[in-house]
């Protein structure tokens, strides 16, 4: 049963632009929120995270948003640039999960000059 | 500040073998989850150890066991090898005042795991 869901498998953006990174779940005990990038022979690097209480967090080039009322967030990356080229995952717990993380199965973003 | 480390990188058995991994939690981290990664999958959650006891498990079967240590060192040991635990298993470390969910946590390079 996968409640942490990334349904596009990739993402092409040039350099510079806005990338868009979009993850919708299904549980609504889900309170925390993170983003994970990572590069092949490498574990997942934390991006940023969100908790149900708001709905935006920004660190530097990166924004996550969070609308629970469609159980949807989104990272944005801006500008792209070509070292962000890494899977993105999207991973969720909630309170009663004992640390247990939810992920998606992660969207391949590539950037191009 | 040291980063997660595990231990071996790779590594190759058999069916029916038994296997340990090794991760070693950050400085200042009490808590430990695993997690297996399927190729083109996201990682699925195996157990999480908080001072030494097992404080969750996801959907794995009891030859998959772990053990924390007083150092907050972590082992996973997968008994009776199937082709299907062909994976890149990841450790990840947390810092938490009471074994709850909402702390982030920081991942290991991993170790892939392959078996013939």
């Known amino acids: 049963d996968q409640q942490v869901k990334q349904n596009s498998p990739s993402l092409s953006v040039q350099e510079g632009r806005i990338s868009i990174l979009n993850c919708d779940y299904t549980?609504?005990?889900?309170?925390?929120f993170l983003w994970y990038k990572k590069y092949p022979a490498e574990g997942p690097t934390f991006l940023i995270s969100?908790?149900?209480?708001?709905d935006k967090n920004e660190d530097g080039r990166f924004t996550v948003f969070l609308n629970k009322s469609a159980k949807h967030l989104s990272l944005h990356i801006v500008p792209s640039q070509p070292g962000d080229s890494a899977v993105y995952f999207c991973?969720?717990?909630?309170?009663?999960?004992?640390?247990?993380?939810?992920f998606g199965a992660g969207t391949q973003v590539v950037v191009t000059p | 500040e040291t980063g997660v480390t595990q231990s071996p990188t790779h590594l190759i058995k058999t069916r029916g073998q038994q296997v340990t991994l090794r991760c070693s939690s950050q400085?200042?981290?009490?808590?430990v989850s695993w997690y297996q990664q399927a190729l083109g999958q996201g990682p699925q959650f195996i157990f999480q150890?908080?001072?030494?006891?097992?404080?969750g498990r996801g959907n794995f079967p009891p030859r998959f066991s772990g053990l924390q240590f007083p150092n907050y060192s972590s082992e996973l040991n997968v008994n009776a090898l199937e082709l299907d635990d062909s994976a890149l298993y990841l450790c990840?470390?947390?810092?938490?005042?009471?074994?709850?969910?909402?702390?982030?946590?920081?991942f290991g390079p991993g170790t892939r795991l392959t078996v013939l």
């Open positions: 969100i908790s149900s209480i708001k």
């Open positions: 990840a470390s947390s810092r938490s005042a009471s074994g709850g969910a909402a702390d982030t946590q920081y």
């Open positions: 400085s200042g981290h009490n808590t």
């Open positions: 991973a969720a717990s909630d309170p009663d999960s004992w640390g247990k993380l939810q």
């Open positions: 549980n609504s005990m889900f309170d925390y």
């Open positions: 150890y908080y001072r030494e006891e097992e404080n």
